[in-house]
């Protein structure tokens, strides 16, 4: 007989209501969100995608990717994200999901070299973590002007 092994994780969001005195913003209280799935890697609870998946930039020009993480099906919003750049513009950048459990980046391909940027986006609260991936393909912009 097969079992299924259930793993839960759990994450923090804080309700944040701007108070009317100076713009200050005060935390509340915290509210539990667990994500809970059969088998992690066939069923993930968490998901993330960064979009576009595939694109071709012109070598200095920019590029904008945009991460979208789920918990259950609803909105990551709020979680941490860390988004990896590995290629001719190695970078990095930790940021949060806004409400609809979006992020979106523009970088530039600013190394002046043809290349493939593997772009990955995973989030910071679970165990393992939830990641997502795309490419950037930089070419030459050569115009045939010397």
């Not at 005195?21 to 209280?29: L, T």
């Not at 066939?42 to 012109?58: C, F, G, K, L």
């Amino acid at each position: 007989m097969k079992m299924a092994i259930r793993r839960a994780r759990t994450i923090l969001i804080a309700a944040a209501v701007a108070a009317p005195v100076m713009g200050v913003v005060d935390a509340g209280a915290a509210t539990a969100l667990t994500c809970t799935s059969v088998d992690s890697v066939t069923d993930p609870a968490t998901t993330v995608s960064v979009t576009p998946a595939q694109a071709t930039r012109e070598v200095d020009d920019e590029h904008t990717v945009t991460v979208h993480a789920e918990c259950n099906g609803q909105a990551a919003a709020g979680d941490p994200i860390k988004i990896e750049v590995e290629g001719p513009n190695a970078q990095s950048r930790k940021d949060v999901l806004d409400e609809d459990g979006n992020f979106t980046w523009t970088y530039e391909g600013y190394s002046g070299d043809e290349g493939v940027d593997h772009i990955t986006a995973c989030t910071d609260t679970y165990d393992p973590q939830a990641c997502g991936s795309a490419r950037a393909t930089w070419v030459s912009g050569d115009d045939g002007w010397f």
